[in-house]
């Protein structure tokens, strides 16, 4: 195990240009699934550059914590997302940190996000950052039982070695374990991007906004590496549901078309978790606030059960 | 080995002794000056504290498992009691951190006693301060129970002193009576188990302690771990016993809080691991199982009761023992490890959470001293009342939020690493016992997940409400920057929180001697992955971590924002304006969000536990529509103080007034008492 | 009837233990469910498992008899008991459960506990070298929760199917479990038995709620002398 910059900087660059694209995704399917015609996919694009080249306008009550908090939001999902095993079973920062650190990454950011929220003095900011931290910790638990259950079957935490030792047994498809520990990481993966039903990205209602609540003071390049780390900490979550519970990631060494082959994969893989996302999205309505520790602890439930499947079924 | 070596770490841990000395009886002679008085103690606690540094790094550096050997520090005039010393790993340790915070903390002192000249007696302050930190150093010195139970008094005595130096506050007082009460219950409880061990033993020092366990008859054995359990909880602060700490370190002057957050509370850790690992070896697996679910429970209270704080102080102090929660998670599963005979996975366990206490003590400390920084520049602890100090504090303020975000366990600070080896320990312990037991080793990961992320929150509330955004009152409006040897002492423990953080391997070389002795393995040379800079978790194949890595490629992804940057926003302008206030033409500061507000949710999803409760009261002339006044009151139930504690009270009263029928005041009555004694006593002897 | 297995065993486990796994899923949501018509597909999807599992035993012991139940078991239970009820809730007009005992989140933690206990009765017998042998814990799981959701629930109809729930926990054992299934007749007794059982209940409950105006069976205690 050791670091080879070209895997960083191959990686790094797949996360920046798929990480809008995921968004856009998600937004246009979920439009023509109501019957509209939605934003093309490739919007999320757009609207980056537009937002690089705006003004910046910082509320006279905020401090520097506002300032460097987009920064921070973005390089920790970048960072975390080079822990995840995307097109190789290798992932290039494997040896840097695994399933803890890049929780502990998400969670850096999430802390700073919350700090911008706060600091602008707006009564917005506060009840976002009120709520995502409230919901955040809520969904730990889950979240920490889903990563031990996979953990314990592999005997490790690194992401790599997980996903190499679901390369290697075929069986781990239809085992109860795994595929419980796979619905709570799903139902964390909504509670952690914002979506249906826990939050919803595309409401208007300051009282009703959760993450969009801590994003309404920014503008210009700040609000743009805001939005593009969000969607970097979207695909990083997605990356591990599709890579660690279905096979088709490459073994270490490979050709150029092998690469192609991999890369072409994965993105359907995550077309199709993205079809599961719109269609959840589409078909639920937005919980009560109070509702949504109920959902939460349901994914609990399941992390355990899946936990409890490792030598229940001995 | 050099052959002059213990010599002079007695040398230096004598002097500083005597320093220490030197500053409780120069600071009482300067009471009537009082600059030339904080001047002496302080500066003499720090010195005395960089020599007992000096002394105890040097100790660990060298490797030294075997303790060097008693000596007297001065010959007693009371037979069988001897006032000696020794410097053994674990003492090392927990020396090393008593001593690290009394300098930081002395060049804190200078700058905070200073606003106390002229008010108050700081050489009072001063002379109790430099006894705590002897009688604690001795604590961890002491060679056998008297002297262990003498510096643990002094230890006690001096707190309750400092905790009463603000004595003029009702709080303050009581704070001090309830603190007082909770120690002397835990040390009867410590002399107990001590005459317990006396009684397998024979003798009073700890060389005889050594493995006691296994020659003593298990429901004796049993009984010692529980009263030792008993009395080192009180003074950890461990659920349920915990009810003194949240009065009682607010209160203090915030060095002293800082102290005993960061010091006080781990001497109960030391007993307990020196009880539980050298004194009791073997351990039965109930006593690790008892310790993780105590840990557990602790952690996940304490972090909640902390949310419901708008208290600057208490809040931190319900931290306190919600860390101490989390050590214990590490020694209890230590303690489940020996039993199944796993060393390395106990030596894993037992580093974590040493690990955990010196991370703690530092970063506690630094978000005390901070505190104190705030409560020194606005005169209130509420958080209701602060806001917007990070642009009149600004260096304060970064202190506190490295502090914050070392506490809530986030890369990559020190909080993070020993939490990552927590994780490590429990996960590879879900593979070493087939029994259901295994369980609880997931389900306490799970619950450590839930501590950290509610830690989170609420530092998100406590940097936030203090700090960002605008000031809520006066008060906060016309703060300004802390003295600098305030921002010095907090600039030394962020210095050392960052050290610990970006390099795990090489201070975890420093914990080697001390799992070494406690479980017989070394484990530094398992922890690395082939690098120096690189932590593992010493399972074959398991994962591996680096704060520093992830620091530097995070350094080096920067680059991606200034070339964006470059690219396309240099045209661009930045512009300050105010913020959105919902059409009202200016932005008060009551519309900003309180800390109150902030953990409203929590607060509702925990309804069962908390039971909250509120009352709003109007006043209106001459129709409801238009009022007047409103009051609004909100609390929280103190769970422990009104089912467990208030019970206890009305029952013992209940007792006493009973008793009060034997005192019928007649001298009848008591010549019947004594007659009657001696005639059973008779009988007794036939 | 006593033909060895002939197809890989390992697949058929895997099988197994998924649809029983999805069984236990299953009972889970029921548990925090209220939308009474949802439970009752709910039930339907976990009979339809059952009915899985038995037609994947009757293939691997070349059993015909368990085929018969496997049919048995689509026709009574995925289609005409969920017809029935599906009726009878619509002709009652309630279609959402009142509050239950114990909230959500309690109410699956305690399922959580019962499934623990289940697995430890189960413990001593999962040595049998047999297929399916590792779903005797979720059989008893499935019975102590079926009893848990007939306590937790105040709704005549919910409790009703509770009940059939506890019974499918009794076939899966007895299919999975037993040498080669059990014998025919007994299994085709219980099955009328259940059938018969619903059919009675189901007048019962109108008649409750032709008497009470309501389907809460804790107004049955008016019934007091």
């Keep these: 195990m050791n670091l080879h910059p070209l895997a960083i900087l191959l990686q790094t660059g797949l996360l920046l240009a798929l990480a809008p694209f995921v968004s856009g995704v998600i937004k246009n399917w979920k439009a023509k699934l109501q019957n509209r015609r939605g934003p093309p996919i490739w919007q999320p694009y757009l609207d980056l550059i537009k937002f690089l080249g705006k003004d910046v306008v910082i509320s006279e009550h905020a401090s520097w914590v506002f300032s460097i908090a987009p920064y921070v939001v973005f390089l920790t999902a970048l960072s975390a997302g080079l822990m995840v095993p995307i097109l190789t079973v290798q992932a290039p920062l494997s040896l840097f940190g695994g399933a803890l650190a890049l929780i502990g990454l998400l969670a850096l950011g ?151 082959l991999a890369f072409l994969i994965f993105v359907l893989k995550l077309l199709g978790l993205s079809a599961a996302v719109v269609v959840v999205e589409t078909v639920n309505a937005k919980l009560r606030l109070f509702r949504v520790p109920d959902l939460l602890s349901a994914a609990f439930v399941l992390a355990a059960l899946g936990l409890l499947s490792t030598f229940l079924f001995q | 080995m050099p052959p002059g070596f213990p010599l002079m770490s007695a040398i230096f841990i004598n002097v500083g002794l005597i320093l220490f000395l030197v500053g409780t009886v120069s600071s009482l002679v300067l009471q009537r000056r009082g600059n030339l008085a904080v001047a002496f103690a302080f500066g003499c606690s720090g010195l005395a504290a960089l020599c007992g540094l000096t002394a105890f790094i040097t100790f660990l550096v060298a490797g030294f498992s075997r303790p060097i050997p008693a000596y007297e520090l001065f010959p007693s005039l009371v037979p069988n009691v001897h006032f000696s010393v020794r410097i053994d790993a674990l003492g090392a340790f927990f020396g090393m951190i008593v001593s690290l915070l009394g300098v930081a903390l002395s060049v804190y002192s200078f700058g905070y006693a200073k606003a106390f000249v002229g008010r108050k007696n700081v050489g009072i302050l001063g002379a109790f301060f430099n006894t705590l930190l002897l009688a604690t150093t001795l604590v961890f010195l002491a060679d056998n129970a008297f002297f262990f139970l003498i510096a643990w008094e002094i230890m006690a005595l001096s707190a309750y002193c400092l905790v009463s130096f603000e004595h003029e506050h009702d709080e303050t007082r009581s704070a001090g009576v309830l603190y007082f009460i909770m120690s002397h219950i835990g040390t009867g409880c410590l002399i107990l188990g001590f005459l317990l061990l006396f009684q397998a033993s024979q003798s009073y020092g700890f060389e005889t302690f050594h493995a006691l366990g296994d020659r003593m008859p298990p429901a004796k054995r049993d009984a010692a771990f529980l009263l030792f359990l008993f009395g080192f909880g009180v003074k950890a602060g461990i659920v349920p016993l915990h009810t003194w700490l949240p009065a009682a370190h607010p209160v203090a002057p915030s060095n002293v809080s800082a102290l005993m957050s960061g010091v006080i509370i781990k001497t109960g850790i030391y007993g307990l691991t020196r009880v539980s690992f050298d004194f009791l070896g073997a351990p039965p697996n109930w006593w690790g199982v008892t310790v993780l679910t105590i840990g557990t429970i602790s952690a996940v209270l304490g972090v909640l009761y902390a949310l419901m704080e708008h208290d600057l102080k208490r809040l931190l102090a319900y931290h306190s023992i919600e860390n101490i929660g989390i050590i214990l998670m ?71 939020l490295i502090g914050a975000v070392a506490i809530s366990a986030l890369p990559p600070l020190n909080g993070f690493v020993s939490e990552w080896l927590t994780y490590q320990s429990l996960l590879q312990g879900f593979g070493t016992t087939p029994s259901l037991i295994r369980l609880m080793f997931p389900l306490s990961g799970a619950m450590l997940a839930l501590t950290g992320a509610l830690a989170a929150a609420c530092f998100v509330k406590a940097f936030g409400i203090t700090f960002l ?200 009555a008591y010549l019947i008492y004594i007659f009657l004694t001696l005639l059973l006593l008779l009988f007794f002897a036939l | 009837m006593n033909t060895p297995i002939t197809a890989s065993p390992e697949l058929g486990s895997q099988l197994i233990t998924l649809c029983a796994a999805v069984m236990l899923v299953l009972q889970f949501l029921l548990v925090v469910q209220r939308m009474l018509l949802t439970n009752i597909r709910l039930f339907a999807l976990q009979s339809l498992m059952l009915s ?40 009652i007009n309630i279609t959402q459960e009142i509050e239950p005992l114990l909230n959500a989140p309690t109410s699956m933690l305690a399922c959580g506990g019962l499934t623990l206990l289940g697995y430890i009765v189960a413990r001593p017998f999962t040595t049998l070298q047999k297929l399916g042998n590792n779903t005797l814990a979720i059989a008893i799981t499935l019975l102590l929760t079926g009893f848990f959701l007939m306590i937790n629930r105040r709704k005549a109809i919910s409790q009703v199917l509770a009940l059939l729930t506890v019974e499918n926990g009794v076939m899966l054992a007895a299919v999975a479990l037993t040498t080669y299934g059990m014998p025919l007749v007994v299994e085709l007794g219980i099955f009328f038995d259940v059938m018969v059982a619903v059919m009675v209940l189901g007048i019962l409950v109108y008649r409750i709620r032709e008497s009470f105006a309501s389907m809460d069976t804790s107004k049955l205690t008016q019934l007091r002398g």
């Design chain 1, 110 to 260: 999430r802390f700073f996000l919350a700090l911008g929220g706060l600091d602008p003095a707006s009564a917005f900011g506060g009840m976002g950052s009120s709520r995502e931290m409230t919901i955040s910790a809520i969904a730990e638990p889950a979240l920490m039982l889903a990563i031990f259950t996979v953990a314990i079957t592999a005997g490790t935490t690194d992401l790599s070695r997980v996903a190499a030792a679901l390369h290697e047994a075929n069986w781990q498809l239809l085992n109860p374990a795994h595929l419980m520990a796979f619905a709570a990481l799903f139902i964390v993966l909504l509670a952690e991007t914002g979506r249906v039903p826990i939050d919803n990205p595309a409401t208007h209602l300051e009282l009703t906004m959760i993450h969009e609540a801590m994003l309404l003071e920014y503008s210009g390049r700040l609000l743009a590496f805001m939005e593009w780390g969000a969607s970097i900490k979207q695909l990083v979550l997605m990356s591990i549901l599709v890579n660690l519970f279905l096979p088709g990631t490459l073994a270490a060494d490979g050709t150029v078309a092998a690469f192609g």
């Design chain 2, 330 to 400: 590490g020694l209890g599963a230590a303690l489940m490890f020996l039993h199944t005979h796993h060393p390395v996975l106990a030596a894993l366990a037992l580093s974590a959470g040493l690990y955990h206490t010196i991370n703690h003590a530092v970063f506690k400390a630094l978000l005390f001293l901070g505190a104190g920084a705030v409560l020194h520049a606005t005169h209130t602890r509420n958080m209701e009342e602060m806001g917007g100090l990070a642009k009149r504090m600004p260096k304060t303020a970064l202190f506190f």
């Design chain 2, 469 to 668: 955004a605008q000031a809520r009152s006066q008060h906060a409006r016309d703060a300004h920057e802390a003295p600098f040897s305030m921002l010095l002492g907090q600039g030394i423990l962020t210095a050392v929180c960052l050290l610990l953080g970006l390099f795990p391997v090489q201070f975890l070389t420093l914990l080697d001697p001390v799992t070494k002795q406690l479980t017989g393995e070394v484990l530094s040379s398992k922890l690395t992955a082939g690098s120096a800079w690189v932590l593992s978790g010493t399972a074959p194949q398991g994962g591996t971590v680096s704060t520093l890595g992830i620091t530097l490629i995070a350094l080096c992804l920067s680059s991606i924002p200034v070339a964006l940057w470059w690219l396309f926003a240099r045209r661009s302008r930045k512009r300050i304006d105010a913020t959105w206030a919902c059409g009202q033409p200016i932005l008060q500061p009551q519309m900003e969000y309180t800390a109150t507000g902030f953990s409203k949710p929590i607060r509702m999803i925990f309804k069962a536990l908390f039971r909250p409760h509120r009352e709003v009261q109007r006043e209106y002339d001459y129709s409801p529509y238009f009022t007047t006044t409103i009051r609004f009151s909100a609390h929280v139930e103190e769970v422990f103080e009104t089912r467990i504690y208030r019970p206890f009270r009305r029952w013992v009263w209940w007792i006493s007034r009973r008793m009060r029928a034997l005192q019928a005041g007649s001298i009848q």
């Design chain 3, 52 to 91: 899985a599992i038995a037609t994947i035993v009757a293939a691997f012991y070349h059993a015909s008899h368990v085929y018969v139940v496997a049919g048995l078991t689509l026709v009574g239970k995925v289609f005409f008991l969920p017809w029935l009820l599906n009726r009878l809730v619509r002709r």
